[in-house]
């Protein structure tokens, strides 16, 4: 091989390692970071709200997540939680809501529970999407007080699209898909994709969909 053919050979491997050497430290420099912020988001929770929320250490807060916690009520979320913010979950006043593990939140996501709302492991959250579990009570002159709520349970493995709405009462099935843009006010069975507003079934997962 000609010297300067081994040179440049060399100059470009030098090259190589140094990159993927720098690529490696700021991987873990990253990695470092969002387990020192991990860890100080749980312990201003912690301090903030006490025994009336239970957190994991280890989850990927990004971007702002507002919790409003009113009287004797509880939030439970799970390991990894995955937040790209502003998300926003409020829990009224003897209100209980439940996050497994590893559920992922896409941006401005809102939670407001009056009565209980559970979601599963392993769950896809995309944008704009509203949960809400109650209903303001309506009289012959509009609406009065107080509020008309029904739990809401979204399984394991559930995918709901950008700018969905889930009304009270409703329970997800595991692995469920709920299309971008429905409003969801009846029970999904599991493995269905539904979709429109009302939401309706639109297939089974593993059949074959026609327009």
Not at 56 to 62: D, Q, T
Not at 99 to 109: A, Q, S
Not at 185 to 204: F, H, L, M, S, T
Request: hydrophobic share 40%.
């Amino acid at each position: 091989m000609h010297k300067t053919e081994k040179s440049r050979l060399e100059i470009s491997s030098r090259c190589t390692a140094n990159f993927s050497l720098r690529c490696v430290i700021n991987d873990f420099i990253k990695k470092i970071h969002l387990l020192i912020k991990s860890l100080l988001y749980y312990a201003v929770l912690k301090i903030k709200f006490g025994k009336d929320i239970k957190i994991k250490p280890i989850n990927a807060i990004r971007g702002k997540l507002e919790i409003q916690l009113q009287k004797n009520r509880k939030l439970k979320m799970g390991v990894f939680l995955m937040t790209t913010g502003p998300c926003y979950i409020k829990i009224i006043e003897n209100a209980k809501c439940s996050i497994g593990d590893k559920v992922f939140m896409n941006h401005n996501c809102s939670i407001t529970c009056a009565n209980e709302i559970t979601i599963g492991d392993n769950c896809n959250l995309a944008n704009n999407i509203v949960i809400v579990d109650h209903d303001h009570n309506i009289g012959d002159t509009g609406v009065v007080a107080g509020l008309n709520s029904k739990p809401i349970h979204i399984g394991n493995n559930v995918w709901i699209g950008a700018n969905v709405t889930i009304l009270k009462g409703v329970t997800i099935g595991d692995g469920a898909i709920v299309a971008a843009g429905a409003v969801v006010r009846q029970d999904i069975p599991n493995c269905e994709i539904w979709g429109g507003v009302p939401a309706r079934k639109i297939c089974k997962l593993g059949e074959r969909y026609v327009n």
